[in-house]
């Protein structure tokens, strides 16, 4: 069992940035890789960053550049550091983990499971223009 905890959220004006963090917690004996994703209302949710056991790393289309996904073993936390933020990016985030070596696709250039086992309640980001 996993448990993830994420924080770090705010309000912050267009041009902004936020670190967002999550907290793993559980059973990490195992290799994980994890993911940002993101949901505005009345949209579907997307993936927003991912990394793999390796720490490869992958992005959506739309945030590469301004946003980075890292992975701290020693502290067993998740970030996200988003800067130049827009108002586009406002949204609930989550952080999601899943055992590595599942099935993935690749979609609008980010490298998503197709199941994700494990998932925290989210933080709210809002950006302001």
């Known amino acids: 069992q996993v448990r993830l905890l994420e924080s770090g959220g705010g309000s912050v004006q267009s041009g902004g940035s936020l670190r967002l963090s999550c907290a793993v917690s559980?059973?990490?004996?195992?290799?994980?890789?994890m993911a940002w994703f993101r949901q505005a209302p009345g949209k579907e949710r997307e993936g927003v960053a991912g990394i793999e056991s390796d720490l490869s790393t992958s992005y959506r289309d739309s945030v590469k550049g301004r946003f980075t996904i890292s992975l701290d073993a020693a502290k067993s936390t998740l970030y996200l550091q988003m800067n130049s933020l827009k108002p586009e990016d406002t949204a609930m985030y989550y952080c999601?983990?899943?055992?590595?070596?599942?099935?993935?696709?690749?979609?609008?250039?980010?490298?998503?499971?197709?199941?994700?086992?494990?998932w925290g309640r989210g933080t709210q980001v809002t950006v302001s223009s």
């Open positions: 559980g059973d990490t004996s195992s290799t994980y890789c």
């Open positions: 999601a983990a899943t055992l590595c070596g599942g099935g993935w696709y690749l979609r609008a250039g980010i490298v998503l499971y197709y199941e994700y086992k494990y």
